[in-house]
């Protein structure tokens, strides 16, 4: 079974420039998670779809963060203007309906931002 | 903010000795997972606890939950090299809510 892909794996780019990073979640995951893990610090949830519906945004940074999951399926994070503190990694994780109370998650491998 | 706090941070043994680790959290919880994540990867998910369970086993690994100290422990037995890693417990404080992670903690074992 494929697992989540994600891409690209590293990115540099200057502050106040945009990115986007991809994400295609293991075939026939209804949840969709992307969270933010700065250096030395434990991953932090941005935004969770069902399906393509978003159940909690709550810590997305809406004035420089988009995402969206329009068919379901894969999703794309857009970060414009970056800033120097958005550097980090940015993993995106899926889980079946039937695990979303059970909890167990599957990862990608992370996209690495760097701002300069 | 984080809802679990982990310790120690950092954890350094020799190949054969035991690791454990701890995971403080906040508020009542519904399950309570440890992942872990080796340098430079995304995290794995090594075991699930529920807030009705005391201990659970999975091959080397044991975990603890006391609900009364709002607390877990990770203990891998017989530790190997290929053990070295950051390991983060993550808390889900109702069904359906969301999975916050602790700050982990880095287990280096050395050969």
């Known amino acids: 079974e494929a697992g989540v892909a994600q891409s690209p794996r590293y990115k540099i780019i200057e502050k106040r420039q945009s990115v986007a990073f991809w994400c295609n979640p293991i075939?026939?995951?209804?949840?969709l998670y992307w969270y933010q893990q700065i250096l030395g610090q434990g991953p932090k949830l941005l935004i969770q779809?069902?399906?393509?519906?978003?159940?909690?945004d709550s810590q997305l940074p809406k004035d420089r963060f988009s995402a969206e999951r329009l068919k379901g399926v894969d999703s794309t994070l857009k970060i414009q203007p970056a800033k120097l503190e958005d550097s980090a990694v940015y993993l995106c994780?899926?889980?079946?309906?039937?695990?979303?109370?059970?909890?167990?998650?599957?990862f990608g491998e992370g996209s690495r931002l760097t701002v300069l | 903010s984080q809802q679990g706090e982990e310790d120690p941070q950092a954890l350094s043994i020799q190949e054969g000795e035991n690791a454990t680790m701890n995971c403080s959290y906040k508020?009542?919880?519904?399950?309570l997972q440890w992942y872990r994540q080796n340098s430079g990867r995304g995290l794995v998910h090594l075991i699930l606890?529920?807030?009705?369970?005391r201990e659970k086993h999975s091959g080397r690994l044991r975990v603890t939950l006391d609900t009364s100290k709002k607390s877990s422990s990770l203990l891998i037995t017989a530790s190997r090299a290929a053990d070295t890693a950051s390991y983060f417990c993550?808390?889900?404080?109702?069904?359906?809510?969301?999975?916050?992670f602790g700050q982990g903690t880095e287990l280096s074992v050395k050969p």
């Open positions: 779809f069902q399906n393509n519906g978003v159940v909690d």
């Open positions: 993550a808390t889900r404080y109702n069904q359906g809510g969301k999975l916050i």
């Open positions: 075939s026939g995951h209804a949840t």
């Open positions: 994780a899926s889980s079946t309906p039937g695990l979303v109370n059970t909890g167990e998650l599957f």
């Open positions: 606890i529920r807030s009705n369970e």
């Open positions: 508020t009542s919880i519904n399950n």
